[in-house]
């Protein structure tokens, strides 16, 4: 069944004063809250209020949702002002010294060990981006959002997405590429 | 023929390029290692980044959630309906007002059911009238002004 139509489904339930659906919409859309805020605070405890703040302020004005149009665009769109709202509020030392500790199997092989070590160095790198720059490239490749959808719920113009989102990649690269000869030089 | 810029890069990563573009691209991957290289580099965290996956929240994140709108919505409810109070108090005054005045009122009608509420007035008393209704509204509406002052008293800093 189209994603969307599930979503719909649900918010009518919730309408109708069906309980047992709100906890079935947030299970459906908690990681992807969760991630957006976290990839924009750096700050597990903070990102997880942020994202519980936006499910809050969406279910008060589910009422008011445009039922013809998409909810996660309509979601995705609180997620991310509410995410925002929470960094202009953080202090400028938090979030800077967690590191997101990924877990290394015995099992795995050195390809995975590899390709983790990857995403942790692109983790890290992402961590020095602006949050402008983080939310970019976090809706574009987490769930594939169009440009279109990606204007919307940013409320900027789809050119103006396009290129921000390709300069946000390349300040991601050539923060990764300094932050890894950083890396080989420490090790000299 | 013109080397391709990061934005176009990204638009060979996105398969959004032209047909020309990628005339021009595979031409500069053959003929430049720097720059075959370079676009080997954005390929790898393009390809990074589309197999990033989303991060979980907390075990407790959906419980939260759902306590915190249940007790939100309760809020709100008696929020609500401490604001309709003097309304409703208000009102049903004004009716009372209304029914008392028709009531007692001196006006001949030949309405059957004025009749009968005239025949119950003269079974009332009105010196009960004064020694409970008249009190019993008083202290209501010592009540209702004693909640208005503490609320705004609370309010003060």
């Known amino acids: ?188 | 023929m013109q080397k391709p810029n990061d934005d176009e890069l990204f638009e060979v990563l996105d398969g959004t390029a032209t047909e020309e573009l990628r005339q021009r691209h595979q031409y500069w991957l053959k003929t430049d290692t720097a720059y075959c290289e370079y676009f080997i580099e954005l390929s790898q965290l393009h390809n990074d980044l589309e197999t990033m996956h989303l991060e979980s929240p907390s075990m407790a994140f959906e419980n939260n959630v759902i306590r915190q709108w249940a007790s939100d919505k309760s809020r709100s409810t008696r929020t609500m309906l401490a604001k309709w109070v003097p309304f409703i108090f208000i009102s049903m005054m004004l009716i009372l007002t209304l029914v008392g005045v028709s009531i007692l009122g001196e006006t001949q009608s030949t309405n059957l059911w004025t009749e009968q509420l005239q025949s119950w007035d003269q079974t009332l008393n009105p010196t009960l009238i004064q020694q409970v209704l008249l009190p019993f509204n008083a202290v209501l509406f010592l009540l209702i002004a004693e909640r208005i002052l503490r609320k705004r008293l609370n309010r003060q800093p």
Do not use: C
């Not at chain 1, 809250?33 to 924009?40: G, K, L, N, P, S």
């Not at chain 1, 938090?94 to 590899?114: K, R, S």
């Not at chain 1, 900027?156 to 921000?164: H, L, P, Y």
């Open chain 1, 1 to 188: 069944m189209n994603e969307n139509l599930k979503d719909i489904q649900l918010i009518e339930r919730i309408l109708a004063g069906e309980t047992s659906a709100y906890r079935a919409l947030v299970q459906r859309h908690k990681d992807f809250a969760f991630t957006v805020a976290y990839r924009i605070l750096n700050h597990r405890e903070e990102a997880e209020e942020a994202a519980q703040d936006a499910f809050l302020q969406a279910f008060g004005a589910l009422k008011e949702f445009n039922q013809t149009a998409k909810f996660t665009t309509w979601f995705y769109r609180i997620v991310f002002n509410a995410a925002l709202g929470a960094k202009r509020r953080q202090k400028p030392t938090e979030g800077i010294t967690e590191t997101n500790a990924l877990a290394y199997a015995v099992t795995d092989t050195p390809q995975n060990l590899h390709k983790k070590e990857r995403i942790k160095n692109i983790q890290q790198a992402m961590k020095q981006l602006s949050a402008d720059d983080v939310t970019m490239i976090t809706l574009f490749y987490l769930r594939e959002q169009s440009l279109e959808e990606i204007a919307e719920i940013t409320g900027i113009s789809a050119e103006t997405i396009k290129v921000k989102l390709h300069r946000a990649r390349k300040r991601l690269a050539d923060t990764l590429r300094k932050q890894l000869g950083e890396e080989v030089n420490n090790l000299y």
